[in-house]
């Protein structure tokens, strides 16, 4: 009987680590995923405005040749 709640208890034990490691893997994948989201996120807003600035250059530049 004893033995075998020690067994059960090491079994227990083992499984809670290995769903604490499995857990902080995930932890770990989702953050560097959020992480690659969020840089790509950032250098396509950095192009848009710089898209947006050349746009803006080229209309003023129109302009200033209109008059």
Do not use: D, I, P, R
């Amino acid at each position: 009987g004893v033995e075998k709640v020690a067994t059960e208890t090491s079994n227990l034990t083992e499984e809670a680590g290995a769903g604490v490691k499995q857990g902080v893997e995930k932890v770990a994948t989702e953050t560097a995923n959020v992480t690659e989201e969020a840089a790509a996120g950032v250098k396509q807003g950095v192009e848009t405005v710089a898209t947006e600035t050349a746009n803006l250059a080229e209309e003023a530049t129109s302009s200033v040749n209109q008059f």
